[in-house]
């Protein structure tokens, strides 16, 4: 292809493109550079045109960049000069524009300038962090020992000065029964785990300001606080105090105010009928006085919005005082977010007249939205955390997104890290490997932070072969960075749902037991620390299952020393009969506690365990012959056994064994579904068993063992 279709490419592109000659003194300094070619979207960006400036300078173009802070000749120069390749975003000065920008030289004395325009995405950050500000006009935190800890207002809105404030109990800032309330607003609000509010007089004398106080009690971690946000709710409470005559006082309020009022008649029949609405309603809703004196809800909103409306109105009357609550109406003026209140008017006892007062919160609760938003993100690493990962997980569990791959990723060392060099080191380790993480994954790729040590991505639309090439970038891409403490290593697994049947937890399932595989492969250190571990949830997560470990152990050891075992082979005997269930962790505890029969795929999840106990065990080189006497342990000597249906001498003698010891042990203890049997039962069990299900050697041995000595 000639040069024109890749230079039509170059101008067609939404990234801004520049090449430029940089200008050095004698000394060899940058000191001006001179614009050699641009495209369209430079021209878009900038306000300048490519053809007017096209081998003029900059400082001929903009003199003012001169005195720019920041030294964009400079930066620019060294690029040229020494080939380096920097990236960063800048306020340019002379544009009165953000820039995102990267630079990089295709040869000596030459630089490129790739750049979008990022001044209303700076506009958007600025803007969010000034969201709690404009949500309420103060805004307290206080902890549980009722100490104010921060304020968020402008210092002329507060009754006292903010270094006051702060450090603060409740009852020194508020005194008598203010303060009292906001106490029992506080207990309330702990109690109720919900927002609470309360209105009250202003505490300053000769200040008839009302205030409406909003607090919530925030548990999230380690931090537990309230927050209250104040509103000052003034004109609303003088609205409610005025409105009671529907005179004077009340044309001056209702046409005064900049919420949208209207008058709402009710009829004897309960039904609704409007009245009237005042200047901002009429502005802000687009339903002029004419359209709305006379209507009910529906003729005037329509069926639909004209039941919640009146459901509404009915409480308003039902709880005779006035309510206040948040709606979304569609109206001429689009849909918009109201905050209303719905004030009831008496006339000699009965409710003739509701007085409504919506205020427009569209924006405000989409900045609301925004906070939502920062929610989902882990603090440490900017990732997704564990919230947004369940709710993402739901809405991408559909058939449309098959097949949807898991992919579960472990920290190796997090802990050994964080107990040798301190959680700073911790913490540098877990942002490293978010960083590689979401350079390494596509951007349709959700990755979020599920745990101290866990990470877990979900993968739309994406097949096994695909996902093992993702978990292997992860992995290698893991390796190749460092840190200050021990070298980065992750451990991968994955899973695919490739059928809308399959239940996605049991994707989570595997692809976190193909990690812990993974994770015993790393080094042997770490994979003995991590049989220990697995042996520990084990033994939390199966009621008895550490007591009968280390019994089976015990019964091992003795056996194996009256068959004829030496010392050392007996001692080793004695740890396989204590790891011979490992492979239970991954098996639901409650099939473990289930009193009726077992269905047959928690049968068949039972089976499973010597398999998933000999691949974990098989992973570890110490282990790896332990694996054979695990993965045999359920073998009988006539063949009737699992998982490969072994019988008589094939079945290796430890496995033998580990079974009579483990049959016996377990016959001698309550179950879910069975009384223990005594000891004599139990041997008479294993009497009848010989020869079936039992090496009868070794069962006539460890029935005479345990007669001569039961301990």
Same mark, same amino acid.
């Given at each position: 292809?000639?040069?024109?279709?890749?230079?039509?490419?170059?101008?067609?592109?939404?990234?801004?493109?520049?090449?430029?000659?940089?200008?050095?003194?004698?000394?060899?300094?940058?000191?001006?550079?001179?614009?050699?070619?641009?495209?369209?979207?430079?021209?878009?960006?900038?306000?300048?045109?490519?053809?007017?400036?096209?081998? /003029?300078?900059?400082?001929?173009? +903009?003199?003012? =960049?001169?005195? %720019? @802070?920041?030294?964009?000749? !400079? #930066?620019?120069?060294?690029?040229?000069?020494?080939?380096?390749?920097?990236?960063?975003?800048?306020?340019?000065?002379?544009?009165?524009?953000?820039?995102?920008?990267?630079?990089?030289?295709?040869?000596?004395?030459?630089?490129?300038?790739?750049?979008?325009?990022?001044?209303?995405?700076?506009?958007?950050?600025?803007?969010?962090?000034?969201?709690?500000?404009?949500?309420?006009?103060?805004?307290?935190?206080?902890?549980?020992?009722?100490?104010?800890?921060?304020?968020?207002?402008?210092?002329?809105?507060?009754?006292?000065?903010?270094?006051?404030?702060?450090?603060?109990?409740?009852?020194?800032?508020?005194?008598?029964?203010?303060?009292?309330?906001?106490?029992?607003?506080?207990?309330?609000?702990?109690?109720?785990?919900? /927002?609470?509010?309360?209105?009250? +007089?202003?505490? =300053?004398?000769? %200040? @008839?300001?009302?205030?409406? !106080? #909003?607090?919530?009690?925030?548990?999230?971690?380690?931090?537990?606080?309230?927050?209250?946000?104040?509103?000052?709710?003034?004109?609303?409470?003088?609205?409610?105090?005025?409105?009671?005559?529907?005179?004077?006082?009340?044309?001056?309020?209702?046409?005064?105010?900049?919420?949208?009022?209207?008058?709402?008649?009710?009829?004897?029949?309960?039904?609704?009928?409007?009245?009237?609405?005042?200047?901002?309603?009429?502005?802000?809703?687009?339903?002029?006085?004419?359209?709305?004196?006379?209507?009910?809800?529906?003729?005037?909103?329509?069926?639909?919005?004209?039941?919640?409306?009146?459901?509404?109105?009915?409480?308003?009357?039902?709880?005779?005082?006035?309510?206040?609550?948040?709606?979304?109406?569609?109206?001429?003026?689009?849909?918009?977010?109201?905050?209303?209140?719905?004030?009831?008017?008496?006339?000699?006892?009965?409710?003739?007249?509701?007085?409504?007062?919506?205020?427009?919160?569209?924006?405000?609760?989409?900045?609301?939205?925004?906070?939502?938003?920062?929610?989902?993100?882990?603090?440490?690493?900017?990732?997704?955390?564990?919230?947004?990962?369940?709710?993402?997980?739901?809405?991408?569990?559909?058939?449309?997104?098959?097949?949807?791959?898991?992919?579960?990723?472990?920290?190796?060392?997090?802990?050994?890290?964080?107990?040798?060099?301190?959680?700073?080191?911790?913490?540098?380790?877990?942002?490293?490997?978010?960083?590689?993480?979401?350079?390494?994954?596509?951007?349709?790729?959700?990755?979020?932070?599920?745990?101290?040590?866990?990470?877990?991505?979900?993968?739309?639309?994406?097949?096994?072969?695909?996902?093992?090439?993702?978990?292997?970038?992860?992995?290698?891409?893991?390796?190749?960075?460092?840190?200050?403490?021990?070298?980065?290593?992750?451990?991968?697994?994955?899973?695919?749902?490739?059928?809308?049947?399959?239940?996605?937890?049991?994707?989570?399932?595997?692809?976190?037991?193909?990690?812990?595989?993974?994770?015993?492969?790393?080094?042997?250190?770490?994979?003995?620390?991590?049989?220990?571990?697995?042996?520990?949830?084990?033994?939390?997560?199966?009621?008895?299952?550490?007591?009968?470990?280390?019994?089976?152990?015990?019964?091992?050891?003795?056996?194996?020393?009256?068959?004829?075992?030496?010392?050392?082979?007996?001692?080793?005997?004695?740890?396989?009969?204590?790891?011979?269930?490992?492979?239970?962790?991954?098996?639901?505890?409650?099939?473990?506690?289930?009193?009726?029969?077992?269905?047959?795929?928690?049968?068949?999840?039972?089976?499973?365990?010597?398999?998933?106990?000999?691949?974990?065990?098989?992973?570890?080189?110490?282990?790896?012959?332990?694996?054979?006497?695990?993965?045999?342990?359920?073998?009988?000597?006539?063949?009737?056994?699992?998982?490969?249906?072994?019988?008589?001498?094939?079945?290796?003698?430890?496995?033998?064994?580990?079974?009579?010891?483990?049959?016996?042990?377990?016959?001698?203890?309550?179950?879910?579904?069975?009384?223990?049997?005594?000891?004599?039962?139990?041997?008479?069990?294993?009497?009848?068993?010989?020869?079936?299900?039992?090496?009868?050697?070794?069962?006539?041995?460890?029935?005479?063992?345990?007669?001569?000595?039961?301990?």
């Amino acid at each position: 292809m000639d040069e024109n279709f890749y230079k039509n490419i170059v101008n067609l592109s939404p990234v801004g493109y520049a090449l430029h000659r940089i200008v050095l003194n004698d000394a060899g300094e940058p000191v001006d550079y001179v614009y050699l070619e641009a495209n369209r979207a430079f021209e878009s960006f900038t306000g300048l045109d490519v053809d007017k400036i096209r081998g /003029k300078s900059v400082t001929e173009i +903009l003199p003012e =960049i001169i005195y %720019d @802070e920041y030294n964009w000749i !400079a #930066e620019y120069g060294k690029v040229a000069i020494e080939g380096k390749e920097i990236e960063f975003e800048q306020y340019s000065q002379p544009l009165h524009k953000w820039y995102r920008v990267k630079a990089l030289s295709p040869g000596i004395g030459l630089f490129i300038t790739y750049f979008t325009d990022i001044t209303e995405e700076m506009k958007n950050l600025e803007q969010k962090t000034t969201i709690l500000s404009v949500l309420n006009e103060i805004v307290f935190e206080i902890d549980e020992d009722l100490v104010f800890i921060n304020v968020i207002s402008d210092e002329n809105k507060l009754f006292y000065p903010k270094d006051k404030i702060l450090g603060s109990r409740i009852s020194d800032v508020l005194s008598g029964k203010t303060g009292e309330k906001f106490i029992e607003l506080l207990k309330r609000a702990k109690q109720s785990k919900s /927002k609470v509010n309360l209105s009250y +007089l202003s505490p =300053i004398e000769g %200040d @008839e300001r009302w205030f409406r !106080a #909003e607090a919530k009690y925030i548990e999230f971690r380690n931090i537990n606080k309230y927050v209250v946000g104040i509103q000052d709710i003034t004109n609303q409470k003088r609205a409610e105090d005025d409105l009671k005559s529907i005179r004077d006082e009340y044309r001056k309020v209702f046409h005064g105010t900049q919420d949208s009022m209207f008058l709402i008649e009710v009829k004897k029949d309960d039904s609704f009928r409007y009245m009237r609405n005042n200047l901002a309603h009429r502005k802000n809703t687009g339903i002029s006085l004419q359209e709305l004196r006379g209507k009910t809800p529906k003729e005037l909103l329509g069926e639909e919005a004209a039941i919640i409306v009146e459901g509404n109105y009915r409480r308003c009357i039902k709880e005779k005082t006035t309510i206040v609550y948040e709606e979304t109406l569609k109206l001429k003026t689009g849909t918009r977010v109201w905050n209303t209140s719905l004030t009831p008017v008496f006339q000699e006892g009965k409710i003739s007249y509701i007085v409504g007062s919506s205020h427009d919160i569209t924006e405000k609760k989409q900045r609301q939205l925004e906070i939502e938003y920062l929610s989902y993100r882990d603090q440490l690493t900017g990732l997704y955390n564990r919230r947004f990962f369940e709710e993402e997980l739901k809405r991408l569990d559909t058939p449309r997104n098959l097949p949807l791959s898991i992919a579960m990723v472990d920290v190796n060392g997090l802990k050994l890290a964080n107990d040798a060099f301190g959680h700073e080191s911790g913490d540098e380790m877990l942002i490293k490997i978010a960083e590689v993480m979401k350079r390494l994954c596509r951007a349709d790729d959700i990755i979020s932070r599920i745990g101290g040590d866990e990470f877990i991505v979900l993968l739309p639309k994406t097949d096994a072969s695909e996902t093992k090439k993702i978990a292997e970038r992860i992995s290698e891409g893991v390796k190749n960075e460092t840190t200050a403490a021990i070298p980065l290593s992750v451990s991968c697994g994955f899973s695919v749902k490739v059928s809308a049947d399959k239940d996605i937890s049991a994707v989570i399932k595997k692809a976190e037991e193909r990690m812990y595989v993974e994770k015993l492969r790393e080094s042997p250190k770490l994979k003995l620390k991590t049989i220990q571990i697995i042996m520990r949830e084990l033994h939390r997560s199966i009621n008895g299952e550490r007591d009968h470990s280390q019994n089976v152990g015990d019964i091992c050891e003795r056996l194996a020393i009256e068959i004829g075992f030496n010392k050392q082979d007996a001692r080793y005997m004695r740890y396989a009969g204590y790891m011979h269930d490992i492979g239970k962790v991954g098996i639901d505890s409650k099939i473990f506690e289930k009193e009726g029969k077992l269905t047959e795929e928690e049968w068949l999840a039972i089976k499973r365990h010597s398999e998933t106990g000999y691949r974990i065990m098989s992973s570890v080189n110490q282990y790896a012959s332990m694996a054979d006497y695990i993965l045999s342990h359920h073998e009988k000597w006539d063949g009737s056994g699992y998982p490969a249906g072994m019988k008589n001498d094939s079945i290796p003698i430890e496995s033998r064994i580990i079974s009579i010891a483990d049959a016996y042990h377990a016959m001698t203890q309550n179950r879910s579904y069975r009384n223990a049997m005594t000891s004599e039962e139990a041997l008479e069990e294993i009497q009848n068993c010989k020869g079936s299900h039992f090496d009868p050697y070794i069962a006539d041995v460890f029935i005479e063992m345990i007669k001569e000595n039961p301990a």
